[in-house]
T-cell receptor, first 109, second 116 residues
Framework: GQNIDQPTEMTATEGAIVQINCTYQTSGFNGLFWYQQHAGEAPTFLSYNVLDGLEEKGRFSSFLSRSKGYSYLLLKELQMKDSASYLCAVTDSNYQLIWGAGTKLIIKP | GAGVSQTPSNKVTEKGKYVELRCDPISGHTALYWYRQSLGQGPEFLIYFQGTGAADDSGLPNDRFFAVRPEGSVSTLKIQRTERGDSAVYLC??????????????FGPGTRLTVL
């Protein structure tokens, strides 16, 4: 079966750095997305990786290793507004997007 | 419009009733997706449209669920004989291209369906 694993919840301190991991087992791979979802709101796009390596976009970076079936989202200089759920999603061989359950990130002052 | 819109934002209905949920995608987006999301879970795929046709409806849980997109723009998700287990947030997303291409999906605000 297809599976996306990410931690259920993480806590970090304002101003710090946090890394949210995602491991996947899917039938084929055609890219990995990270989305942010604030409580009661729709998911919004953060990043996309299809090749191995690190993609940096401001305070957020996303890393991919296809051979390990692994990605992480790195958030730097955490702000209170970063408190949200972070969803990892993989496009499989049928180009269907398979979603993880999300990681709830709690930022403390 | 500027983004994906969904109506209604909230729908409360009684078990056994019929409901329709509407999605208006971003203008020019050919691909449209329906998901449902329960609390603490990721989106669960229901159906994908490319233009007017349902290219993949493998996520529809049973024959009580049906969706249409007659003119390749607005889509309606229809649920017959609703059950309490149908209670969830129903999300609609659209993308410029469809499956087989880079398909960043833009989500609407969702419809929260509560079946009493």
């Amino acid at each position: 079966g297809q599976n996306i694993d990410q931690p259920t919840e993480m806590t970090a301190t304002e101003g710090a750095i946090v890394q949210i991991n995602c491991t996947y087992q899917t039938s084929g791979f055609n890219g990995l997305f990270w989305y942010q979802q604030h409580a009661g709101e729709a998911p919004t796009f953060l990043s996309y990786n299809v090749l191995d390596g690190l993609e940096e976009k401001g305070r957020f970076s996303s890393f991919l290793s296809r051979s390990k079936g692994y990605s992480y989202l790195l958030l730097k200089e955490l702000q209170m507004k970063d408190s949200a759920s972070y969803l990892c999603a993989v496009t499989d061989s049928n180009y269907q997007l398979i979603w993880g359950a999300g990681t709830k990130l709690i930022i403390k002052p | 419009g500027a983004g994906v819109s969904q109506t209604p934002s909230n729908k409360v209905t009684e078990k056994g009733k019929y409901v329709e949920l509407r999605c208006d995608p971003i203008s020019g987006h050919t691909a449209l997706y329906w998901y449902r999301q329960s609390l603490g879970q990721g989106p669960e795929f229901l159906i994908y449209f490319q233009g007017t046709g349902a290219a993949d409806d493998s996520g529809l849980p049973n024959d009580r669920f049906f969706a249409v997109r007659p003119e390749g723009s607005v889509s309606t998700l229809k649920i017959q004989r609703t059950e309490r287990g149908d209670s969830a947030v129903y999300l609609c997303a659209s993308s410029l291209g469809g499956q087989g291409t880079y398909n960043e999906q833009f989500f609407g605000p969702g419809t929260r369906l509560t079946v009493l």
